[in-house]
């Protein structure tokens, strides 16, 4: 097989990203999707705009129920950490109470282990939750249609960090997926670009992006890379600054 041919699309690489971004009941060839590695995470942004799919239409039941935003911007933080299992919440706990809670790379990637959250994680976690469910009632009273595609381009500018950055740890679950290759990753920037200027959320072209670099210089500065839970903090931050700058512009 070519190099082309590894790292070239599947169908079966969609069922594969939902499976690993999501808790929802997709079937995957596990064989095959262990075999593919990092290759399937060119389907993360169509994945999150599933996830975003879903997020809408609990935003839609809120607003037929006249709830306030606040209260449908809850709706769609509480749909989102179901369905994926809270797995980018923690990531950025854990990264929070590691990166400034260690003194040194050893003992930061020892906090992130630990299973237990610090007062970083406590705070930056409420700030974070807070912020996107005040952004998204306000936004879901505009247009429910942009909540897809920040929910793809936040998940899709985690495959460029990916390629970007070795894994700081050697293992656990994103060593074992590998770095994508950089043909990989401009594909999932394009889909999820793409879902992101066709549901109107445009501005979060700028926002996405901008979170998922300050994320990856800092995590460089003080691990040396990335690991599962430096990637879930780049998908939270590229989130919020994805909402701050549609809330902004639109």
């Known amino acids: 097989m070519s190099k082309s041919d590894t ?23 596990t064989q095959q999707a262990q075999a593919r590695g990092a290759h399937p ?13 879903l997020a809408a239409l609990a935003a839609w039941a809120g607003l037929v129920l006249g709830l306030p935003s606040l209260a449908i911007g ?10 994926t299992g809270a797995m ?20 930061r990637l020892d906090i992130m282990k630990d299973s237990h959250i610090g007062v970083y994680g406590v705070v930056g976690l409420t700030c974070i939750l807070g912020l996107q469910a005040t952004l998204y009632g306000q936004l879901a009273a505009q247009s429910l249609w942009p909540i897809l595609g920040v929910m793809a381009i936040s998940r899709a500018v985690m495959v460029p960090l990916m390629t970007a ?12 997926v590998g770095r994508p290759a950089p043909q990989t990753a401009s594909l ?19 926002g996405a992006p ?4 300050a994320v990856a210089i ?8 990335q690991t599962g839970d430096i990637l879930g903090a780049c998908q939270q931050c590229a989130e919020t600054c994805a909402l701050i700058c549609l809330v902004a512009f639109l």
Do not use: C, M
């Not at 800092?218 to 890379?225: C, E, L």
């Open 165 to 176: 950055l070795p894994n700081a740890r050697g293992k656990g679950l994103s060593a074992s």
């Open 41 to 53: 995470s060119w389907a993360y942004g169509l994945a999150g705009a599933l996830l975003g799919a």
């Open 188 to 206: 999932a920037l394009a889909l999820g670009a793409a879902v992101a200027a066709l549901s109107g959320a445009w501005p979060a072209l700028i």
């Open 218 to 225: 800092v995590a460089k500065r003080k691990i040396g890379g």
């Open 88 to 107: 980018h919440y923690d990531g950025l706990a854990d990264s929070l109470d590691g990166l400034w809670g260690g003194w040194n790379p050893k003992q």
């Open 7 to 29: 790292w070239f699309p599947k169908w079966g690489d969609i069922p594969a990203a939902i499976g690993l971004l999501s808790r929802l009941p997709v079937r995957v060839e």
């Open 210 to 213: 901008l979170g998922a670099w």
């Open 74 to 83: 809850l709706l769609v933080v509480g749909t989102t950490a179901w369905v």
